[in-house]
Each structure stands twice: as C-alpha cells, then as structure tokens.
C-alpha cells in the first residue's frame, strides 16, 4: 500500500505541515494527513485529488456527499469516509464560530454571509427567519420550517409570533433552494408576499427575502420586488 510513510520526507504532507504551517499544504493534502493511506500504486493525496476533482475541487460540495457516495473510490472504506465528511463538516462549523454574534446587517450580502454555513450544505430545504433590533444588528434567527428537496412549507403565523417573542423591530427571510437555481418559484413569490403583509400589519418591517443556491443567492429587495 503506497502509504504517506513511504513518500520522502519533503513530500509528507504532516512533515510539511511541521515546517513550514498547515496554510501551506492543499486541501488534497490536509485531507490525504486524515485518510493516512491511499491504494497501490496511488497515494493518499492522489486518492483526495481524484475525489476532489469529482466536487469541482470544493470542500462545500463534498461536504454534501454522503458516506455511501465515498466509499465508491477505491481505497476510501467507511472509516475513511466518515473522516471526510467530518473534516467538512468541521470546516463548516468553524465558519459558524466565526461569525460576530452581533452581526451588522446592512445588505443582502450580509445575510447571504450571515447564512452561507448553515445552508451551503443543505440537501433538503429549510426555512429560517433571520431577527434584527432597531440598528440592524442581528438578535437571533428561527428555524421555522424544514422540509424535502422540493420546498419547505411555513405558517405566516408561526413567522409572525417568532418576530413578536424575539422583540424583532426587522425580519428577513431566508430559504435555500438545494436544486442550485436561485430563481423564485411562484410559492416563494406568494410566501413574500403574505410575510411582508402580515409584517406590515404588526409594524415590524419586513427587510428581505433571500434565496440561497450554493455560493450564489437571490435578494428579493435587490431585485426590486419588496
């Protein structure tokens, strides 16, 4: 088995990482130190580059593999997998820690920022209500709805009474499309329609409604619609 203990010691990737810092090394490599070990003949960091290259080189896109998917390459055996799939979703997790807990909401871009890791990965769709005080800062968010590949109901209602608990002067709205396409159906053109409504009738201003589709979004404010 052609294992990194085999490789000469400039081309290990955790010798590597020692001397001169892990933001030298390739997300291949950094996943290849996890795995240990490749195939005979291929090494671990051939075996990570083969996966990779499958993703589109994005450890947001392999974050979404399951483990199944993974062990289909040769070499990658369920412990390996689930190593991936932790080592993604650590990632993922560390952009949550990163995030200011009074977050300053003053675009879309902000929200899309706010958002990105807990949607990015997202295979199934969800629903959150994002609640902002009278400077735009960021009180809190709501999971109001979470449903299967082809949409998330929610109850106007249940939108409205989460704003009122969580004292929210402003709301915006957030779902992600897991299908990748950013353009709003004819569900979520009358879901903002009935939200900005109700908003309005209690006196809490109903900022936007973003759509999230991988790295990319749709901003109902941006596009005029609100």
């Known amino acids: 088995m052609n294992t990194i203990k085999n490789w000469a010691p400039e081309d290990r990737p955790r010798e590597r990482l020692l ?11 950094l996943l290849a130190i996890l795995i240990g070990s490749g195939t005979p003949g291929k090494s671990a960091v051939d075996v ?3 996966i990779l290259s499958d993703y589109g080189d994005s450890l947001m896109s392999l974050g979404k593999a399951s ?5 289909r390459y040769e070499g990658i055996g369920e412990a390996k997998a689930v190593t991936i799939v932790a080592a993604c979703q650590l990632a993922n997790q560390r952009l949550k820690e990163e995030l200011p807990q009074r977050m300053h909401i003053a675009s879309p871009a902000d929200t899309f920022e706010y958002f990105r890791p807990r949607m990015q990965d997202l295979t199934i769709e969800e629903c959150h209500l994002l609640l902002l005080d009278q400077g ?24 409205l009474r989460h704003a ?6 402003a709301v915006v709205l957030c779902h992600n499309h897991p299908s990748g396409r950013t353009s709003p159906s004819r569900e ?7 939200a900005a409504e109700a908003c309005k009738a209690v006196g809490i201003r109903f900022v936007d409604h973003v759509i999230f589709a991988g790295n990319k979004y749709y901003s109902y404010q941006e596009e005029g619609k609100l």
């Open 19 to 29: 001397a001169n810092g892990a933001d030298t090394l390739s997300k291949a490599e």
């Open 188 to 194: 979520d053109d009358n879901l903002t329609r009935k």
């Open 48 to 50: 990570m580059r083969t």
């Open 164 to 169: 009122i608990l969580g004292q929210a002067v």
């Open 136 to 159: 735009m800062s960021v009180k809190g968010s709501v999971l109001l709805s979470r449903g299967g590949i082809a949409g998330a109901s929610v109850d106007v209602r249940c939108l």
């Open 67 to 71: 483990v199944q998917e993974l062990t």
